[in-house]
């Protein structure tokens, strides 16, 4: 579902991602670790088609992103690390854009919003003004429109900040969903225990570079992610 | 801790001037210079009519009937207070009453009281700066023509009350930031309304203002000391006046009552900081009663996207589109005098001695259009709505950039709106003006076609320069509206073209018609228009694709 192959970003004589190579196949929620700078948010980034990358190639499903960014978008969402949405519109009316630009029809569009927006219980909320909203409020909302176009990739930096325990919660159910329809997760934290138990495969970055990568159980062994991790980052 | 307050505020008003966002560092040595001299330029040309008017008026007064002399100085200190309430009442709004960063300082270890004086300083400093550009102008006429009339106490009390008077300001700018707030906190949707009918009706009122003191400077002239009593009797003029030409005793009591009143706003507003910002980040819910049940294309969304932003800011509105609400008022002022127009004409082709009074007004006639060419450069100049659009997108810019559309039809999409907006207001108001100008049908029609031209022209020009200049790293969208460079960049080519063009038209009259000449120019502009749209399709997509 998205392919990732020697990609490298640098920023003037600092490189962020160093010739980094993921596959997230159709089924699997991939998770990304990194410490802070370590260039997860980069990542996310050029594979969303928002940040231009030096070396490499990305593909959605089989499309380049360099060749035909967007078509990959169509197939794709982007949640960033930050829910800064338009604070001019309500809630209905961004999700009713995210939707027109999409080609969400009407009935699929009302169907899904009443259906993640009633899970969420941000149901009475969205007529309001998102300048309105709390930070999680606002994770709500981005976390809906991404779901709104029944994406096939689902791509996330750092989703569970902001959001209370059982909107976490359906998130998780939610991401477990697409998967079992056929799609993919590929989503940034810092939390590894919700890592360690949702995560299918998880991929470990440092400075840029990959240090390890592949299923839970080949990551962490017998020991714990956190320790495998704080381990890993701890050698030079 | 002030000092680290100062420095950001300075830094948040000056931002523009000191610091490129697009490189991440301070702007020094003579690109720092340079835009100052742009925005001392710039500011100059606005208030340009002020200085003009301090000239005639001091010519009048201190030359003619240096017994009113006092008059003079009064009438500056209205002047210069009227243009300063206008030109920083919204800095007061937005830096006090509505700033973003309030709540986050207040969460930081420093008092209300230390956050309020390093913002109301700041404040202090913009209105300083608008009192200055105009009573500067009134006391150096003054030095010019009259230097008998000045005292050296007189100069003490002209250094200490322009200081005084923008304490002054300050409290009247305090107050209307405060009702502005008011009103703005309680009236929810009607919010950008009711700022923008406040706004133009204080911009209305300042005009009734200046058109009553254009009929005085007339009676100025005629029965100047029937004028200079008047004055006389609204006692701040008066007192700021004798003060300006040394009375100890006017310039004492004038400048205690400044200082009192800045004390007295600083009170009150330090009493009342913490609930006014408390009460004004609420954010109220706005119900919709009716959804709209239609799909639409993206195209559409997003026009409607950039619909629903400038509605949502009356600063957007006021800023980029002023020119607009009173260009069809232009257009109906002349229909209306229609027939003044015509006499003046009239008496314009009788006055010469050297061509029969038909061939002046043929000339006339033929170079109407043309000067109706020249006043749409200047005033679509000014109202660019593409200017900031770019801007305005901050860091939510990201959202466009992950969605599934290509970049150029985001930008066609700011094109569009301005078109959608500016359009008719300018056609509308060309067509009332080409009837009020009594213009032959093939002169209405090619500068009805040439206003269309102008505003698509601005539209593309100004969303040019803000892919070109963008500035994304705001913390409050007035930034990106009020410091913006490409805003600047569209003013100054409104203010300047008309100048080349009329100089260019100078040289080559003899050799082209002016009907001629405006089709040259409208096909010029219409190369640069698509010379423009070529490089947004391409490289200006490219850019805004990647700009963060």
Same mark, same amino acid.
């Given at each position: 579902?998205?392919?990732?192959?020697?990609?490298?970003?640098?920023?003037?004589?600092?490189?962020?991602?160093? *010739?980094? !190579?993921?596959?997230?196949?159709? $089924?699997?929620?991939?998770?990304?670790?990194?410490? *802070? $700078?370590?260039?997860?948010?980069?990542?996310?980034?050029?594979?969303?088609?928002?940040?231009?990358?030096?070396?490499?190639?990305?593909?959605?499903?089989?499309?380049?992103?360099?060749?035909?960014?967007?078509?990959?978008?169509?197939?794709?969402?982007?949640?960033?690390? *930050?829910?800064?949405?338009?604070?001019?519109?309500?809630?209905?009316?961004?999700?009713?854009?995210?939707?027109?630009?999409?080609?969400?029809?009407?009935?699929?569009?009302?169907?899904?919003?009443?259906?993640?927006? !009633?899970?969420?219980?941000?149901?009475?909320?969205?007529?309001?003004?998102?300048? !309105?909203?709390?930070?999680?409020? %606002?994770?709500?909302?981005?976390?809906?429109?991404?779901?709104?176009?029944?994406?096939?990739?689902?791509?996330?930096?750092?989703?569970?900040?902001?959001?209370?325990? %059982?909107?976490?919660?359906?998130?998780?159910?939610?991401?477990?969903?697409?998967?079992?329809? $056929?799609?993919?997760?590929?989503?940034?934290?810092?939390?590894?225990?919700?890592?360690?138990?949702?995560?299918?495969?998880?991929?470990?970055?440092?400075? $840029?570079?990959?240090?390890?990568?592949?299923?839970?159980?080949?990551?962490?062994?017998?020991?714990?992610?956190?320790?495998?991790?704080?381990?890993?980052?701890?050698?030079? | 801790?002030?000092?680290?307050?100062?420095?950001?505020?300075?830094?948040?008003?000056?931002?523009m001037l000191?610091?490129?966002?697009?490189?991440?560092?301070? /702007?020094?040595?003579?690109?720092?210079?340079l835009y100052i001299v742009l925005y001392i330029l710039l500011f100059v040309m606005v208030i340009g009519y002020s200085s003009l008017m301090?000239?005639?008026?001091?010519?009048?007064?201190?030359?003619?009937?240096?017994?009113?002399?006092?008059?003079?100085?009064?009438?500056?200190?209205?002047a210069?207070?009227t243009i300063a309430i206008i030109g920083s009442v919204f800095v007061?709004y937005n830096?006090?009453?509505?700033?973003?960063?309030?709540?986050?300082?207040?969460?930081?270890?420093?008092?209300?009281?230390?956050?309020?004086?390093?913002?109301?300083?700041? /404040?202090?400093?913009s209105?300083?700066m608008w009192?200055?550009l105009v009573?500067?102008?009134?006391?150096?006429?003054?030095?010019?023509?009259?230097?008998?009339?000045?005292?050296?106490?007189?100069?003490?009390?002209?250094?200490?009350?322009?200081?005084?008077?923008?304490? /002054?300001?300050?409290?009247?700018?305090?107050?209307?930031?405060?009702?502005?707030?008011?009103?703005?906190?309680?009236?929810?949707? @009607?919010?950008t309304l009711?700022v923008v009918v406040l706004f133009l009706a204080g911009f209305v009122g300042y005009m009734v203002l200046i058109a009553?003191?254009e +009929?005085?400077?007339?009676?100025?002239?005629?029965?100047?000391?029937?004028?200079?009593?008047?004055?006389?009797?609204?006692?701040?003029?008066?007192?700021?006046?004798?003060?300006?030409?040394?009375?100890?005793?006017?310039?004492?009591?004038?400048?205690?009552?400044?200082?009192?009143?800045?004390?007295?706003? @600083?009170?009150?507003?330090?009493?009342?900081?913490?609930?006014?910002?408390?009460?004004?980040?609420?954010?109220?819910?706005?119900?919709?009663?009716?959804?709209?049940?239609?799909?639409?294309?993206?195209?559409?969304?997003?026009?409607?996207?950039e619909f629903?932003h400038y509605l949502s800011n009356p600063m957007y509105i006021l800023n980029s589109s002023l020119g607009y609400i009173f260009l069809p008022i232009i257009g109906v002022l002349a229909?209306?005098?229609?027939?003044?127009?015509?006499?003046?004409?009239?008496?314009?082709?009788?006055?010469?001695?050297?061509?029969?009074?038909?061939?002046?007004?043929?000339?006339?006639?033929?170079?109407l259009p043309v000067l109706v060419f020249f006043a749409l450069m200047l005033l679509c100049g000014m109202s660019v709505i593409s200017a900031p659009s770019v801007s305005l997108?901050?860091?939510?810019?990201?959202?466009?950039?992950?969605?599934?559309?290509?970049?150029?039809?985001?930008?066609?999409?700011k094109i569009a709106f301005h078109c959608i907006i500016a359009m008719p207001f300018t056609l509308i108001s060309t067509i009332l003006v080409s009837?009020g100008l009594?213009?032959?049908?093939?002169?209405?029609?090619?500068v009805t076609v040439l206003a269309a031209v102008i505003v698509f022209f601005f539209g593309v020009f100004g969303l040019a320069c803000n892919v070109k200049w963008p500035m994304?790293?705001w913390? +409050?969208e007035n930034i990106a509206l009020k410091q913006s460079m490409p805003i600047l960049f569209c003013m100054l080519v409104g203010y300047i073209s008309p100048i080349a063009l009329t100089v260019l038209y100078?040289?080559?009259?003899?050799?082209?018609?002016?009907?001629?000449?405006l089709?040259?120019i409208g096909?010029v502009l219409g190369?640069l228009s698509?010379?423009l749209?070529?490089?947004i +399709?391409?490289?200006?997509?490219?850019?805004?694709?990647?700009?963060?």
């Amino acid at each position: 579902m998205l392919l990732i192959e020697n990609l490298t970003k640098t920023y003037g004589e600092k490189k962020a991602v160093d *010739n980094l !190579s993921i596959h997230i196949a159709p $089924g699997e929620i991939y998770g990304f670790i990194g410490h *802070n $700078g370590a260039g997860k948010t980069t990542t996310l980034k050029a594979c969303a088609g928002i940040l231009q990358f030096d070396n490499g190639e990305i593909f959605v499903d089989g499309t380049s992103m360099k060749k035909d960014p967007i078509a990959c978008k169509k197939k794709m969402a982007y949640i960033p690390d *930050n829910p800064d949405l338009y604070d001019f519109m309500t809630g209905l009316q961004y999700l009713d854009f995210i939707a027109d630009v999409y080609g969400v029809s009407i009935e699929e569009r009302k169907e899904r919003i009443h259906k993640y927006a !009633s899970a969420f219980e941000l149901e009475k909320d969205l007529p309001a003004l998102i300048s !309105s909203y709390s930070h999680g409020m %606002k994770q709500k909302l981005a976390i809906i429109s991404a779901w709104i176009h029944n994406p096939k990739l689902i791509m996330m930096d750092e989703p569970f900040v902001g959001l209370d325990p %059982k909107a976490a919660k359906l998130l998780k159910d939610m991401m477990r969903e697409v998967c079992d329809n $056929g799609g993919a997760i590929f989503f940034s934290t810092h939390v590894l225990e919700v890592a360690e138990k949702l995560c299918d495969k998880v991929a470990i970055i440092k400075k $840029g570079e990959l240090i390890r990568s592949g299923t839970m159980e080949e990551v962490k062994g017998d020991d714990s992610l956190e320790d495998v991790f704080l381990e890993l980052e701890a050698e030079k | 801790m002030i000092k680290a307050l100062l420095k950001k505020q300075l830094n948040e008003l000056f931002s523009m001037l000191f610091y490129d966002r697009k490189r991440n560092r301070r /702007v020094v040595g003579g690109k720092a210079v340079l835009y100052i001299v742009l925005y001392i330029l710039l500011f100059v040309m606005v208030i340009g009519y002020s200085s003009l008017m301090a000239v005639g008026l001091g010519f009048n007064y201190l030359v003619v009937t240096s017994e009113f002399a006092w008059a003079y100085y009064g009438m500056g200190a209205i002047a210069a207070m009227t243009i300063a309430i206008i030109g920083s009442v919204f800095v007061t709004y937005n830096t006090v009453y509505k700033a973003r960063d309030n709540e986050f300082l207040l969460s930081l270890p420093i008092t209300p009281s230390k956050l309020l004086f390093t913002k109301l300083l700041s /404040v202090w400093l913009s209105g300083f700066m608008w009192e200055s550009l105009v009573l500067l102008p009134f006391l150096v006429v003054s030095y010019i023509l009259a230097p008998g009339l000045i005292t050296p106490l007189g100069i003490i009390f002209q250094i200490l009350l322009w200081l005084g008077l923008s304490f /002054v300001i300050l409290f009247l700018t305090a107050i209307l930031g405060w009702l502005i707030a008011k009103i703005a906190t309680h009236m929810g949707r @009607y919010k950008t309304l009711i700022v923008v009918v406040l706004f133009l009706a204080g911009f209305v009122g300042y005009m009734v203002l200046i058109a009553q003191l254009e +009929n005085g400077i007339g009676t100025l002239f005629e029965d100047p000391e029937a004028v200079a009593q008047g004055f006389g009797n609204f006692i701040p003029a008066l007192a700021f006046g004798k003060a300006c030409l040394g009375d100890a005793l006017y310039g004492s009591i004038f400048f205690l009552i400044c200082a009192a009143l800045l004390a007295l706003v @600083y009170w009150i507003l330090s009493v009342t900081f913490t609930n006014i910002i408390k009460s004004g980040n609420k954010g109220k819910a706005i119900r919709i009663n009716k959804r709209e049940e239609k799909q639409s294309s993206a195209m559409r969304a997003l026009i409607r996207r950039e619909f629903k932003h400038y509605l949502s800011n009356p600063m957007y509105i006021l800023n980029s589109s002023l020119g607009y609400i009173f260009l069809p008022i232009i257009g109906v002022l002349a229909v209306f005098n229609r027939a003044n127009i015509q006499n003046v004409i009239k008496v314009l082709a009788a006055s010469s001695s050297e061509m029969p009074p038909e061939a002046i007004t043929q000339l006339i006639s033929a170079l109407l259009p043309v000067l109706v060419f020249f006043a749409l450069m200047l005033l679509c100049g000014m109202s660019v709505i593409s200017a900031p659009s770019v801007s305005l997108e901050g860091k939510k810019i990201s959202i466009l950039q992950s969605l599934p559309i290509s970049m150029k039809q985001v930008l066609w999409s700011k094109i569009a709106f301005h078109c959608i907006i500016a359009m008719p207001f300018t056609l509308i108001s060309t067509i009332l003006v080409s009837i009020g100008l009594s213009l032959d049908v093939p002169n209405a029609i090619i500068v009805t076609v040439l206003a269309a031209v102008i505003v698509f022209f601005f539209g593309v020009f100004g969303l040019a320069c803000n892919v070109k200049w963008p500035m994304l790293n705001w913390k +409050n969208e007035n930034i990106a509206l009020k410091q913006s460079m490409p805003i600047l960049f569209c003013m100054l080519v409104g203010y300047i073209s008309p100048i080349a063009l009329t100089v260019l038209y100078y040289f080559i009259s003899a050799f082209i018609p002016p009907f001629l000449y405006l089709i040259v120019i409208g096909a010029v502009l219409g190369l640069l228009s698509w010379l423009l749209l070529r490089w947004i +399709n391409t490289k200006g997509a490219e850019k805004f694709q990647y700009l963060s």
